[in-house]
């Protein structure tokens, strides 16, 4: 009889086995790695999304000061509101009065930079490295007296290269 109750306790002690242990490590790995994967992309996708944002605000700000030259041309000078604009590829910013010819041969013409201030410029003298992004600036004449602009800022992030286009048309409406 004693040896019926001796394989009964051992019975009654249950526990997990190599298998099952590692079964569940297994499942548990799995979901960590999908967690972690989803954690990468979202922060992946931040980035992109902020970097688009600042591409979509430098692009409206060029129209803007294309815009202004318009505007300029009609109030002070009284010139007609395409005299300064004319076809071809150009880069601008807040400190400039005239929108400034691209050469390609001087690509770096083209690159933003950051401020003291915190604001975007072409100015290549500048001691702040560049923004990584860079704006240009394409006009060409448009039928019934209007002018097309597009403006395209680029950059890099994560080996990969990206541009955002804006485009508008500005009328002569005076």
Known sequence: MKYFSA?????????????EIITVLFVVSLGLVGLL??????????????DNLIAYQLAQEGAELTRKIRDSNWRGAKLAFSTIL????????Y?????????SNNADAAILRQDANGFY????????????????????NGPHSSVNIKVTVSWSANTRNYHYDLETSLYNWK
């Open 7 to 19: 394989i009964k306790s051992d019975k009654a002690k249950k526990g997990f086995s190599l298998i």
């Open 37 to 50: 994967s989803l954690i990468i992309q979202n922060i992946q996708s931040q980035s992109y999304n902020k």
């Open 86 to 93: 004319h076809s071809g590829v150009y880069y601008m910013d």
């Open 95 to 103: 400190n400039d009065s005239a929108l400034q010819v691209y050469n």
């Open 121 to 140: 410029t072409h100015d290549l003298s500048a001691t702040t490295p560049s923004s990584g992004f860079s704006r240009l600036i394409t006009i060409t």
